[in-house]
């Protein structure tokens, strides 16, 4: 088993920055595709961004490209999440996830989900 636990969210104002962190135990997530999600209230989880199990490929959804930036560390299993240019439409709580198959953009292609950590941007 894989466990999740995200770190880093807060409350920051119109234009700023945060950075997510990702910490993974019990097995190595280095052969794993990882992502991030997120979820507002009253919408549905949506995707944010992935990155291959080797770290040379990343995607984006086009709601946060150019803003966003996922890396990961598998010497520290980790995985990490840069934002900046924070829009109060990016308040979600965030979600880390893993697969052990090929990435994909819904939540059935993930194997495992952190508790997730809670982003608000104020206007």
């Known amino acids: 088993q894989v466990q999740l636990v995200e770190s880093g969210g807060g409350l920051v104002q119109t234009g700023g920055s945060l950075r997510l962190s990702c910490a993974a135990s019990g097995r190595t997530v280095r052969n794993y595709d990882m992502a991030w999600f997120r979820q507002a209230p009253g919408q549905e989880r949506e995707f944010v961004a992935a990155?291959?199990?080797?770290?040379?490929?990343?995607y984006y959804a086009d709601s946060v490209k150019g803003r966003f930036t996922i890396s990961r560390s598998n010497a520290k299993n980790t995985a990490n999440l840069q934002m900046n240019s924070l829009e109060p439409e990016d308040t979600a709580l965030y979600y880390c996830?893993?697969?052990?198959?090929?990435?994909?953009?819904?939540?059935?292609?993930?194997?495992?989900w952190g508790r997730g950590t809670q982003v608000t941007v104020s206007s």
């Open positions: 996830v893993a697969t052990e198959r090929q990435w994909g953009t819904r939540t059935e292609d993930y194997d495992y």
């Open positions: 990155v291959s199990w080797n770290g040379g490929s990343t």
